[in-house]
């Protein structure tokens, strides 16, 4: 798939994260993304550790120049970043979104949110970010090398990536996926990270730090069923979540196990 092709899509996605117009098997599956495994991430705190694993990450941002891609209206970071940045560039294809991120951000003087197609040329021509935050966002992309070549025109010399996304490696999500996609609305621009994409990041990019979450914590919903006393289903949770957040940071075997993954990609 070519870069204009993409682009055509990227119309598409615009148009649907606008109206917000799902059918019934997606609305099932955001339930379950945004409350199911929120929940899990909330209830364990898994969460707030990669929020806290993004700042680390992101240091003084004090003389900084940061792309917020993909943000909406902003996500959890989004405030931080423009509130700590030297420059805060919020990039999104939704003009419903950007305004109400603006309407967030006006306060800030070196800050802004730009309705632009990430890709294109004509409409996002900003260039030299030191840090491009992308949360829940590479996977849109279904082409990873036009998607790389794009984050390394724009990163400044030894810029970072920092994303978070989708994986489809472990054999239960990837027959749930499979069963789903048929019917998904949202499927022209929804690719979960499989081995070939992390595979090409690596390529890419020297990976500075990687964790993987929702291995064998994303089974904690079962343990929540059983009679067992909530103190024990929580240390449960918490131990499986620690092993997940520890071992997916050295094994690529076991980072596979996980639903998501995070990363510190600097531009090589």
Sequence with gaps: MTKDEIIEINKKQKEFYNTKNKNFATKIWSKIRHG??????????????????????????????VLDLGCFSGNNLSIYLAENAKEYIGLDLSDVGINKLNDRIKHIPNARGVVADFLNDETFSEKNFDIIYAYG???HFKNVDVLINRLNEKLADN????????????????FFRILYRPFQSDKDW?????RKTYYTFRNKFNILDKHGVLGKTKWFFLLNLLPMTN????????????IDWNKSKTSEKYMFRCMHLTMLLQKK
């Design 190 to 194: 929804e690719w979960p990270f499989n």
């Design 137 to 139: 966002v590479l996977h």
């Design 159 to 174: 810029g970072v990536v920092i994303s978070y996304d989708p994986l489809e490696t472990s054999i239960p999500v990837k």
């Design 231 to 242: 103190d024990y289903k929580m240390k449960k949770g918490i131990n499986w979540h620690n």
């Design 36 to 65: 199911l495994l929120a929940n899990i991430r909330n209830e364990i705190g898994i969460s707030n550790q990669v929020y806290g694993v993004h700042k680390v990450w992101l240091g003084n941002l004090k003389d900084k120049k």
